[in-house]
């Protein structure tokens, strides 16, 4: 399906620009929690008084972790203190000194943006609805329910992963799944995707571009190759069909996930609207 592999071809290239923008976050924890913990910081804060949960505090943090096997409760404070020296989390004023809330920025918020609007820009190759997806991120209530839905279904046990979990090891290490998407992205723009033909690939060139190890980037490659996922070459890479396959799969539930919670978000934004008609009505 041409749809599809334009979608897919941007969600990739979308990915690798993101994780080259979040250099200092990348540097504590793996690719999977990276992406989580952020997302989680916003969950609790908009869940507080809602799902039962506390609201955003170190302690309820280190909570989610340990419930969700993100990161230690170590590395749970040290990627709080990072996000709050860059601005993406800060202190709340509060009258109870016992409990320290944190709240986040305007600045985390718009990286969270930044992140859904260019998956939704690619899935719109292949789901129409995600335009308006797209336009709902300017909706403050639109962020909060779609925020609320994605972390709801994750704790209730979905992952994207379930649709892929030959790739579950590169998401579990720094820069696994992008060095991955790299070399995807290696091919022609007119060739196949993801490519069925070599593509070229430097070791150094990925270490460097990602700010990892040769030894890393060896171990992944090495661990794909021992998979089926792919084969090397002096200078080229074949991604074989096990590994291309698993690609599919993986893009194509994460893109079902993300539609499925958005079409949750807008539909709580048109029951919230219909409340606001009957209450101006009934004024």
């Known amino acids: ?24 976050l990348n540097a504590l924890l793996s690719d999977r929690a990276r992406a989580l913990f ?31 096997d993100l990161c230690s409760a170590g590395r749970c404070e040290a990627m709080l203190a990072l996000m709050r020296a860059t601005g993406l989390v800060a202190s709340a004023s509060n009258p109870d000194r016992r409990r320290r809330p944190l709240v986040p920025t305007d600045k985390l918020i718009a990286l969270h943006r930044d992140r859904w609007g260019v998956q939704f820009d690619a899935m719109s190759a292949v789901l129409p609805a995600a335009v308006a997806y797209r336009a709902g991120l300017n909706d403050p ?25 030959e790739l579950e ?18 091919s022609a723009p007119e060739d196949a995707f993801p490519p069925d033909s070599p593509v070229p690939y430097s070791i150094n060139g990925l270490a460097t571009r990602f700010s990892v190890s040769r030894k890393h980037v060896l171990t992944l490659l090495r661990e794909a190759e021992e998979k089926g996922l792919l084969v090397r070459g002096t200078d080229a890479i074949t991604i074989l069909p096990l590994g291309r396959d ?6 194509a539930t994460m893109f079902l996930y993300m539609a499925e919670c958005a079409d949750v978000a807008l539909q709580a934004g048109r029951e919230a609207s219909a409340t606001d008609a009957v209450a101006t009505l009934s004024a």
Not at 246 to 251: K, Y
Request: net charge positive; with cysteine.
């Open 246 to 251: 698993a690609i599919e799969r993986m893009l």
């Open 1 to 24: 399906m041409p749809g599809f592999a334009r979608a897919m071809r941007a969600s990739t290239a979308a990915a690798i620009r993101l994780y080259r923008g979040d250099r200092i």
């Open 169 to 186: 090891p590169f998401a579990e290490r720094t820069a696994g799944m992008v060095v991955l998407f790299s070399l995807a992205q290696s």
């Open 38 to 68: 952020p997302h989680f910081a916003l969950y609790l804060h908009f869940a507080e008084q809602r799902e039962g949960e506390l609201g955003l505090t170190v302690g309820a943090m280190k909570a989610m972790c340990a419930r969700l």
């Open 141 to 165: 209530a639109f962020v909060k329910a779609f925020v609320l839905e994605l972390g709801r279904r994750f704790i209730a046990g979905a992952r994207v992963l379930d649709g892929a979990p």
